[in-house]
T-cell receptor
């Protein structure tokens, strides 16, 4: 148990569907992150939120839309995805975004685009 | 931003000590070094973090020479459950989200 819970664990969707990934952290952290991990590629940072404000957006296509309603919850809204978007999507949190404190990761959502 | 270089894979046997070395030649003064462990279908888990010399916790030790251009993660008496991918990251103290993740080292422990 890492204190970071992601749902669903697995998701299969067509390219025209709209779905959302959910992340919840129970650690009292102020920063939350979305990462993409594709097979045989390093983790790619997608978005960073600090106190519900987006502080980083690493040139992610607009078909990925993050939402952070409060410091404990983070969503990733998906629409019109492409087959190359199939990957493991990881959520993480840390005490602060501008700190050297470790990140705590959820176990991810395995996304498959048909 | 400092880039890291690690071996792609390593093998060892149960009960042995395993040392994984990471190179970070362009590490900056403010950079710290962090190691994570990742099992299949799970997110990475923090192992250890350090800035210089030696750091030890209940699961591992981290050795950092004076020039800080490399670091070595030491896992004492490994077991089969230590089979995982290990990532070395170097990042600035002031910016947690500028960490660059490499491909990691796939460690396989044999009986």
């Amino acid at each position: 148990e890492t204190g970071v819970t992601q749902t669903p664990r697995h998701l299969v969707m067509g390219m025209t569907n709209k779905k959302s990934l959910k992340c919840e952290q129970h650690l009292g952290h102020n920063a939350m992150y979305w990462y993409k991990q594709s097979a045989k590629k390093p983790l790619e940072l997608m978005f960073v939120y600090s106190l519900e404000e987006r502080v980083e957006n690493n040139s992610v296509p607009s078909r990925f839309s993050p939402e952070c309603p409060n410091s404990s919850h983070l969503f990733l809204h998906l629409h019109t995805l492409q087959p190359e978007d199939s990957a493991l999507y990881l959520c993480a949190s840390s005490q602060e975004s501008r700190s050297n404190q470790p990140q705590h990761f959820g176990d991810g959502t395995r996304l498959s685009i048909l | 931003l400092a880039k890291t270089t690690q071996p792609i894979s390593m093998d060892s046997y149960e009960g042995q000590e395993v040392n994984i070395t990471c190179s970070h030649n362009n590490i900056a003064t403010n950079d710290y070094i962090t190691w994570y462990q990742q099992f299949p279908s799970q997110g990475p888990r923090f192992i250890i973090q350090g800035y210089k010399t030696k750091v030890t916790n209940e699961v591992a030790s981290l050795f950092i020479p004076a020039d800080r251009k490399s670091s070595t993660l030491s896992l004492p008496r490994v077991s089969l459950s230590d089979t995982a991918v290990y990532y070395c990251l170097v990042g600035d103290r002031g910016s947690n989200y500028q960490l660059i993740w490499g491909a990691g080292t796939k460690l396989i422990i044999k009986p």
